[in-house]
């Protein structure tokens, strides 16, 4: 599903480049949760962006389904973001004056379907992760848990193949990070691949695989 060869990203600056990454290769079979465990600064969050589709490395290859990533266009590269991964971020993302149900429907708003179906499809997303009851409570009205959860509600409407999570559970407390590894690990169970973003190897180890990544090189 995703291949990653030889890809290293850098930065021009006034002392001369920065990387961020490092000549990293890296394979992902469909169906598969990996976690990519690394320190603040390890170039996990840059990884994942290229990963989404969000960024573009200064060289190396990235292939998505057989599909040659850096080759694309602006539009093909953001219909690949619709229809094909689900993003999840420490910070939520979700907008203030809007409500659960609102902030779950954006991408389906953008993606053009109806208001009626959109709202079946997020009702039910939210359903799914046990939001029933707070379809229209904005984000001040949820604790931080609830507000990731209506994240994931938000990631999952287009039914991605692909979940990348970046620190899902680093604003959360212990108890709420559970019911969110809960959420993705269900996901996992129904066939969604998913690479998960973190500093802590005790969150790690609820992936089916692990590998670190330090100074931009992965070591495992």
Known sequence: MIEVTNLSKHYRI?????FALRDVNLSVSKGEFLAIVGTSGSGKTTLMNILGCLDKPTSGSYRLDDM???SLKSS??????????GFIFQGFNLLEKM???????????????PHKRRREISMSALSEVGLSERLHHKPT????GQQQRVAIARAITRKPSIILADEPTGNL????????LRILSDLHKQGTTIVLITH???IAKKADRIIEISDGKMLS
Do not use: F, H
Not at 76 to 85: G, M, P
Not at 99 to 113: Q, S
Not at 141 to 144: I, V, W
């Open 14 to 18: 006034n002392s001369g480049d920065v």
């Open 68 to 70: 040659d990533v850096l």
């Open 76 to 85: 093909q590269l953001a219909d690949i973001r619709n229809r094909k991964i």
């Open 99 to 113: 409500t659960a149900i609102e902030n779950v429907e954006l991408p389906l708003m953008y993606a053009g379907i």
């Open 141 to 144: 009205q949820l604790s931080g």
């Open 173 to 180: 407390d212990s108890k709420s990070g559970s019911d969110i």
């Open 200 to 202: 802590d190897p005790a």
